[in-house]
T-cell receptor, first 110, second 117 residues
Framework: GESVGLHLPTLSVQEGDNSIINCAYSNSASDYFIWYKQESGKGPQFIIDIRSNMDKRQGQRVTVLLNKTVKHLSLQIAATQPGDSAVYFCAEKGGGKLIFGQGTELSVKP | GAVVSQHPSWVICKSGTSVKIECRSLDFQATTMFWYRQFPKQSLMLMATSNEGSKATYEQGVEKDKFLINHASLTLSTLTVTSAHPEDSSFYIC?????????????FGPGTRLLVL
């Protein structure tokens, strides 16, 4: 299938710092992108989305940036908290299907 | 918010047996449901897309005769792992997309952990 799995990269941050998680997507025709948070043993949880006609979107403590030129997506989490510790996946929508990126494991140190 | 449930949440079975996993959209009608598989420390891999009342569309490399998908109603899809083997042990996650909403958001179930002995 698509999005062949790789072992997850990890990001470790201090509580209160800002976190930036990056993602490279594959399909230049994708027009919708979503960030998901997945805690251990649970399904993905929607965080924020962005359409391809935008380059930035802000939510509560989170910001998503989209750079279509280099097919790059990032998730910024402000004032990271221990409860933010999880695996974060970007996903791109193309052809009616949602395809997940490899994910990043975020670890927040108190 | 929209809720998607899965049953069972975990299952242990013997090699060679078949296992059925249910996915339900609890408060909305889902014309399209998706099944994903996730191995430890890896990403979600799309297995198949199912539309209510029609045959599922499988991703390349996914055996349709091994992973039987039925989407008989707008709130229920089932995945049956036939003749399960230890390599089928994984975390299976379903997702549902509503026909009545904006049509973009996919809501995910909590996952089903399958262990084949």
């Amino acid at each position: 299938g698509e999005s062949v799995g790789l072992h997850l990269p990890t990001l470790s941050v201090q509580e209160g710092d800002n976190s930036i998680i990056n993602c490279a997507y594959s399909n230049s025709a994708s027009d919708y992108f979503i960030w998901y948070k997945q805690e251990s043993g649970k399904g993905p949880q929607f965080i924020i989305d962005i359409r391809s006609n935008m380059d930035k979107r802000q939510g509560q403590r989170v910001t998503v940036l989209l750079n279509k030129t280099v097919k790059h997506l990032s998730l910024q989490i402000a004032a990271t908290q221990p409860g933010d510790s999880a695996v974060y996946f970007c996903a791109e929508k193309g052809g009616g299907k949602l395809i997940f990126g490899q994910g990043t494991e975020l670890s927040v140190k108190p | 918010g929209a809720v998607v449930s899965q049953h069972p949440s975990w299952v242990i079975c013997k090699s060679g047996t078949s296992v059925k996993i249910e996915c339900r959209s609890l408060d909305f009608q889902a014309t399209t449901m998706f099944w994903y598989r996730q191995f430890p420390k890896q990403s979600l891999m799309l297995m198949a897309t199912s539309n209510e009342g029609s045959k599922a569309t499988y991703e390349q490399g996914v055996e349709k005769d091994k992973f039987l998908i039925n989407h008989a109603s707008l709130t229920l899809s089932t995945l049956t792992v036939t003749s399960a083997h230890p390599e089928d042990s994984s975390f299976y996650i379903c997702s549902a997309r509503s026909s009545g909403r904006a049509g973009e958001t996919q809501y995910f179930g909590p996952g089903t952990r399958l262990l084949v002995l």
